[in-house]
């Protein structure tokens, strides 16, 4: 069993930028492709992006290209997603995911999830 915990959600104006963090405490996740999903209120949940283990093959999706960056520190203990640009639309949960040797290309790759972080978008 992985431990996921998020950090760094919190309440932003449109035009900023925010920083979320993913830590499994007492291991690390160099085995493991991470990515971050995001819920709105009354929709479904969906990929943001993703970061393959191995040589780290990023994935986004496409409205937020430009805008997020998915990035994990060389001893791969922690996964980030700077958020630049913010806009209302960006508000939702953001959950941190793990997939034990796979690229998480959907729901359906996770093995592990965290238990997510607001972030509000405010005008």
Do not use: H
């Not at 999903?37 to 990929?47: D, I, M, S, T, W």
């Not at 806009?87 to 238990?115: F, K, P």
């Amino acid at each position: 069993q992985v431990q996921l915990v998020e950090s760094g959600g919190g309440l932003v104006q449109a035009g900023g930028s925010l920083t979320l963090s993913c830590a499994a405490p007492g291991r690390t996740l160099s085995t493991y492709g991470m990515a971050w999903f995001r819920q709105a209120p009354g929709k479904e949940r969906e990929l943001v992006a993703a970061i393959s283990w191995g040589v780290g093959i990023r994935d986004y999706l496409d409205s937020v290209k430009g805008r997020f960056t998915i990035s994990r520190d060389n001893a791969k203990t922690t996964v980030w997603l700077q958020m630049n640009s913010l806009t209302l639309e960006d508000t939702a949960v953001y959950y941190c995911a793990a997939a034990q040797g796979r690229r998480i290309a959907s729901m359906r790759e996770v093995d592990y999830w965290g238990n997510g972080t607001l972030v509000t978008v405010s005008s």
